[in-house]
């Protein structure tokens, strides 16, 4: 086949990678990326791994047993290897036993959307239409990463929180341009920002935040980790799970000395009043004082002081970090952040007012043009049925018990069968050891995958996908310029097929064919949603190329992203609250809510509030689970964990926490608490908050025969419990462990 050099799109950014002879060799970052990532070089070893799956297979006890039967052997059972369609032919029969015995309510479709930046071979659009098609599923709502801040921030704000977060929020242009102090609550990381959801080509954070070193912007990180802030910003080491104390403290330094802008809180907020007496303690004895946040937080009194007037005194901007709705009460620091930047008054102005999910994900404040398009249509999902996403073990470990949700009272289907694709909940779920029981319950787990993940371990069938570079794409982000053609760089690696042929498959021996596929081939599709896209384009003034012209030239930039396309969040809000009013029932931002008010949650009641942390006396350390540096979520971990000492993951502890422990650096370690264990590498370090540890996510779930997880993964540590009855989102950095040298 020669040798092919393409530049191509991806979650991490754009990356030029390089085929010959039918192997991928090389990859290298885009040129013209002022700060790219580097997760793209481990892009060939991953594809052509040993771990991926090579035939279709299914679980041996399955198999022989039929359906529900040695479901304790999942994890454990080996795989027989079969012909695609004597695989497919199972997997439809059982698609249609359950449906036709127990009805499509019965069947669960996960999918996590991260498997491929192409906008056709987008593997949860896939499943959620082919499943559509064949009657319908059981869904789920929102993201581990946003989920309690999708169900918070519209009661607050009144709009889709990540339509307002990719389409209202102010532009890093602006910020690096105006903003004076930019107070980051969890931090702004590389980490994070290295990657978005369809790609960013130039990663803009860095460049806005030394911008704005250079100009003597300060840049304060309030995290229990120096390395979640930006190099050269100032760090606050807050206590994890603190930080609405910590607000509640800053809060009432403005109230006190007179620097809350009151006119902007009549003028534009609900429910003042209402809160006012809980933080002066008038309703409850207690004043949030910062002499009170101070034990609590382990942030000085004078410190919390000294930074209100700071944010009072200069145009501030606070940026709240997905990270802090990852925890119990989660909904709160979000609520109390809004609340405080509605006290400053500064919502609406250039450089000032509040942002969420800054450095979180990469395209967050891109000044872009959006633009529709070039997604796969998924149809009408006639099962009404949907759970919050982090609560799918509860699902199947709870069949037809009730639970809260956001207002709601609600009732867990009984779920006989899982189809899981783009997706490793054995990597972003929580507890895992109570995930692997769930796992069990269901009848049949079918899994499409290319690597035999812990999720595909657990799995009866599993059917072998194609990676991006083993088929052809268009690649483009909401947030960013760039288009892509993604070509073909290889052929499939072993008998894997495309998402698009394996439901093609399926749904024909449904029934169904015609309506997933309606005649088109995977290439026409592409054809189709681009034809599409190009005319949303020409219909809002907008050239773009052909496809074969796109095709020739491989990647082109459109004009859509600058100072033209900069916004100020709220801006028209802050100008007429009346005639621009927000989607609550006031019309204002609500700082006392009476919808939530109604709902009768003692973990979420009508106004921000402060939720002590539990402690576990047997557990002393906080453990903190960041996103990893080296890859997106738990994607090429295979590749990762082949280099030299790369596993078990590096556990970051302070050095008068390592040295109570006798622990060395680099020495290996088992951390532990009552839900489970796991091997780490020591790594010491003053980067972290004594008496917090930190574990970073992304490694593969593999387990010792005593139970303990080899590779590092802190979820076989993390709790999982909704963050409330309101949010019911990840509790992932509620967890609380013990480290000892083995």
């Known amino acids: 086949m020669g040798r092919i050099e393409k530049t191509t799109s991806s979650h991490w950014g754009a990356f030029r990678i390089t085929a010959e002879n039918g192997r991928l060799v090389s990859a290298a970052p885009f040129a013209d990326d002022p700060d790219p990532s580097p997760i793209c070089l481990s892009v060939p070893a991953a594809v052509h791994h040993e771990k991926r799956v090579a035939r279709p297979s299914v679980r041996r006890g399955w198999l022989e047993g039929g359906p529900g039967r040695a479901r304790e052997k999942r994890g454990a059972d080996e795989f027989v290897a079969l012909p695609w369609d004597e695989a497919l032919d199972l997997a439809a029969a059982e698609i249609d036993r359950v449906r036709r015995e127990h009805g499509n309510g019965a069947i669960y479709g996960g999918s996590y959307g991260w498997g491929s930046a192409g906008r056709f071979h987008h593997a949860q659009s896939q499943v959620h239409r082919f499943l559509n098609c064949a009657g319908g599923y059981v869904a789920s709502f929102a993201s581990y990463s946003t989920g309690c801040a999708q169900s918070i921030m519209p009661h607050v704000l009144g709009m889709d929180f990540l339509q307002f977060s990719y389409g209202e929020q102010t532009s890093w242009s602006q910020i690096a341009r105006e903003t004076e102090t930019l107070v980051m609550f969890g931090g702004i990381g590389r980490k994070n920002a290295q990657v978005s959801m369809g790609g960013v080509t130039r990663h803009s954070v860095g460049p806005s935040l030394e911008a704005m070193r250079a100009r003597g912007a300060a840049l304060v ?8 802030g930006w190099e050269g910003s100032e760090w606050m080491p807050v206590r994890p799970g603190t930080d609405t104390a910590l607000m509640l403290g800053l809060a009432f330094t403005l109230e006190e000395e007179g620097l809350a802008d009151h006119a902007f809180l009549a003028r534009c907020a609900e429910g003042w009043g209402r809160f006012r007496p809980y933080l002066m303690g008038e309703a409850d004895g207690v004043a949030k004082s910062p002499e009170w946040a101070e034990p609590l937080t382990g942030i000085a009194a004078g410190d919390i002081r000294a930074l209100a007037r700071r944010m009072a005194g200069t145009r501030c901007f606070i940026s709240v970090a997905w990270a802090l709705q990852r925890q119990r009460h989660g909904e709160q620091p979000f609520w109390m952040a809004t609340v405080l930047a509605a006290m400053l008054g500064q919502i609406g102005l250039k450089g000032g007012g509040i942002g ?9 404040g891109t000044p872009v043009k959006r633009l529709g398009g070039l997604a796969l249509p998924q149809g009408r999902n006639p099962v009404q049925a949907v759970i919050p996403v982090a609560r799918v073990a509860d699902m199947l470990l709870n069949p037809g018990a009730d639970y809260d949700f956001n207002g709601e009272r609600r009732t867990y289907p009984d779920i ?3 189809m899981w694709s783009g997706g490793n909940p054995f990597h972003h779920h929580q507890d895992l050891n109570r995930l692997e029981e769930a796992f069990r319950r269901p009848d049949t787990v079918i899994v499409t995958e290319p690597w035999w993940t812990a999720t595909a371990l657990r799995a009866d069938i599993v059917f072998p996908a194609t990676t991006p570079y083993e088929r052809e794409d268009i690649g483009r982000a909401f947030s960013d310029p760039f288009l892509f053609h993604m070509p073909k760089m290889i052929e499939p690696v072993g008998e894997a097929r495309d998402d698009y042929a394996i439901f093609s498959g399926l749904a024909e021996r449904l029934g169904c064919g015609a309506a997933f596929t309606e005649g088109r081939s995977a290439g026409e599709w592409i054809t189709h949603l681009y034809d599409r896209f190009r005319q949303g384009c020409a219909e809002a003034g907008l050239e773009t190329p052909s496809l074969d012209e796109l095709k020739a030239r491989n990647f082109v930039e459109l004009p859509i992203e600058g100072e ?14 009346e005639a621009a009013p927000l989607g609550t029932p006031s019309g204002r931002i609500e700082i006392f809510s009476e919808r939530i008010a109604g709902f009768g949650y003692d973990d979420c009641p009508g106004h921000p509030t402060w939720f002590p942390p539990e402690a576990d006396a047997a557990h002393p350390l906080r453990l903190v689970s960041p996103q990893p540096m080296d890859k997106l979520h738990s994607q090429l971990e295979c590749a990762l964990e082949d280099e030299p000492g790369a596993r078990p993951a590096p556990l970051s502890i302070h050095p008068e926490d390592a040295a109570a422990r006798g622990l060395e650096d680099g020495a290996l370690a088992r951390v532990f608490n009552a839900r489970g264990a796991c091997r780490a590498r020591v790594r010491v370090t003053e980067t972290v908050l004594r008496g917090v540890v930190a574990l970073p996510t ?15 993964n802190p979820n076989v540590l993390t709790e999982d419990r909704g963050t409330s009855r309101l949010g019911q989102g990840t509790s992932a950095h509620t967890a609380w462990v013990e480290v000892e040298a083995g």
């Open 221 to 228: 990180n309030i995290s229990p980790l120096r390395t979640d």
């Open 356 to 364: 969420y999910g800054y450095g979180s994900i990469g395209g967050v």
């Open 416 to 418: 006989r069968l899982v």
């Open 564 to 577: 033209a396309f900069e916004r100020t969040c709220l801006a028209a809000f802050r100008n007429d609250p």
């Open 698 to 712: 992304g490694a593969w779930f593999d387990k010792a025969e005593d139970g303990t997880d080899l590779q590092g």
